[in-house]
């Protein structure tokens, strides 16, 4: 059973760039979430997808945008980066009707310089 | 709006040593809450939660967690510290009514076990 994937693994980019994050769910799950856990803290919520739209959104800025396809895989895309995006990004999936019980992916670290 | 506090940004035990590591939360409807671990590297591994069923919840290696409503805690134990044990923890709440999916986080517990 294959849990959350995530690619890639590690990506560097220079201020004012754009990043695409991807995300595979868990086997059966249906929703996907995204959460920045920056050094030394824990994992922030971003947005959840479900159903193709945006379901929920954190306290980031329109910065931050996503898509979720019909397969269920998603895309966490960040424009115009800038040095404090550096940080850990991690995708968790779960299933509709228990969209709390997140399972979590090993995460894209991504350095900002 | 929801919070969690985790007492303790660093804990010590030793081997065979109880682990207690502690979670406060603040919520204004019933919460669900859940304990993760994350290992060096890598994402968050779900220990347990706490879905409004028992109060005394059990997880995955010999880990449990009691909710307690008057005290607003949902502290995490374990009769007995393993080196693999180190690592950070997180405990989590989220809202139970319908319309919110976000999980918020403390700020996290590092365990280390000394032999």
């Known amino acids: 059973d294959a849990g959350v994937t995530q690619s890639p693994t590690h990506l560097i980019k220079t201020r004012g760039q754009q990043v695409t994050l991807r995300c595979s769910p868990k086997s059966g799950h249906d929703t996907v979430s995204w959460y920045q856990q920056a050094l030394g803290q824990g994992p922030q919520f971003i947005f959840q997808y479900y159903e193709e739209e945006e379901r929920q959104r954190g306290n980031f800025p329109d910065r931050f945008s996503g898509h979720q396809f019909p397969n269920y895989s998603s895309e966490l895309n960040v424009n115009a980066l800038l040095l404090g995006d550096s940080a850990l990004y991690l995708c968790?999936?779960?299933?509709?009707?228990?969209?709390?019980?997140?399972?979590f992916g090993p995460g894209t670290r991504l350095t900002v310089l | 709006a929801q919070s969690v506090t985790q007492l303790g940004s660093h804990v010590s035990v030793s081997e065979g040593a109880l682990v207690l590591l502690r979670c406060n939360y603040s919520s204004s409807v019933p919460p669900y809450l859940f304990w993760y671990v994350q290992y060096p590297n890598q994402g968050l591994q779900l220990l347990l939660k706490?879905?409004?069923?028992?109060?005394l919840v059990k997880g995955i290696n010999d880990f449990e967690a009691e909710f307690k409503k008057s005290e607003t805690s949902f502290h995490l134990t374990k009769p007995s510290a393993h080196m693999s044990d180190a690592a950070e923890y997180f405990c989590a709440v989220s809202e139970s009514g319908a319309g919110s999916y976000q999980l918020t986080f403390g700020k996290g517990t590092k365990l280390s076990v000394i032999p």
């Open positions: 968790a999936s779960s299933f509709r009707d228990a969209p709390n019980e997140q399972f």
């Open positions: 706490y879905t409004s069923a028992a109060t």
